[in-house]
Every structure is written in C-alpha cells, then in structure tokens.
C-alpha cells in the first residue's frame, strides 16, 4: 500500500539554524500538507500546497518557513532560523483530487537546543 | 472559527471493556469528520470517517455516527484490547478556500490494562 514517507525521523538543531524537513507523498496525490504537534498538544496545520503554490497557511507559518516540491516528488519544510520553541513533531500528508481523507507520514522529531 | 472538543484523557479501561470517546465540533457549512489514531512512536493513521450527516464510519470495530443535530462524533468501541492503547484524535475537514485542511481535536490518551 502506497505511503507517506518522511526523513529524517529525528533531528536535532541549535538555535538559529536552517533545518529543512522532506516528505515523500504519495505519487498520485495533489494536495500535500504540513502540520506540527507541539508534545502533549493538539496536531495543528501549518501550510496546504497545490499545484506548486501555497493555497493555504496558518499564523504560524510565518516568514522563518518555506514550502517547496522541487523535483516533482519532493515536498519540503524549511525553517530559516529555528527557535526554541519550533521543537515539535512536524507531519507531512497528501490526499487525491477527489478524496477529503489525508494520508500521514510517520513524522520528524524537531528538537532546537 | 472552526474547532474540535474532545474529552480530557487520559481514558484508562480494562480489556473488553466498553469505550466512549465524546467529541463535538463548530463548523460553519458541512464538513467531513475523522477520527485518527497515534500509536506510540508512530504518525497518524486514519481510523474511520464519516462526511455527511447520519453518516456511520466503522474499522476495526470502532464505530461514530455523523450527528449534525448535536455537533457531534463520538467514537465507540463495544470491547477494547491492550493493543488500542493509543491516542486517538477527533478532526474536521474545513473545506475553506477548497484546501481541505484538518482541524483536530487535543487528543484523547487510552490505556487498556489487561
């Protein structure tokens, strides 16, 4: 069965650093999406992506994060300068054109010291 | 705008024993609803949904029922195993602006003891 994959699965980066997250979604899906999940808290939304633009963000999606799909398989999370508080768990997910169900990768653990 | 309420966790049940998970939501038009599980170290994974009114979702026993009159989607289990263990999370699909975004719930902690 097709899945989400996510690398890496743990990282951690001192204050202040570049960190970009990568998500393989499933191949014929359209709409690809990050979300975070702060430990202990609710799993938020970050950024919708399609058709090589971003069609939706929340206000935590501030100017430090970037979305990319670089070579048609690919979909990045970038984060310019992490802060201390960016530690969380970050999901990636897909879904088709014709379907509302989202499919989820496993996660990166994002650890900012 | 848009939000998910679930029951404060952690639930703690023995085995075979019957599960309620309440859940209600606000949501402006007609959204789709979810219920996702997180197994310990692991990503989400759909457990059932339902995307209209009177609408029953079911897997692996779990069950909810759509209930547009009470703003719910309680999810149901009639006997639980250790392996259910898990966090299970209520969502919507807020279909603003046509991005399908999820809003989800804080997430209900299970503990089934043998």
Redesign the interface.
Known sequence: EPEVTQTPSHQVTQMGQEVILRCVPISNHLYFYWYRQILGQKVEFLVSFYNNEISEKSEIFDDQFSVERPDGSNFTLKIRSTKLEDSAMYFCASRDRYQETQYFGPGTRLLVL | GDSVTQMEGPVTLSEEAFLTINCTYTATGYP?L?W?VQYPG?????LL?A?KADDKGSNKGFEATYRKETTSFHLEKGSVQVSDSAVY?C?L?A?????????????TTLQVKP
């Open positions: 789709s979810f996702y692991e990503g989400l994974q759909l949904k995307t999370f969502a699909s279909f603003s602006g046509n991005t399908g975004k999820l809003i989800f719930g804080q997430g």
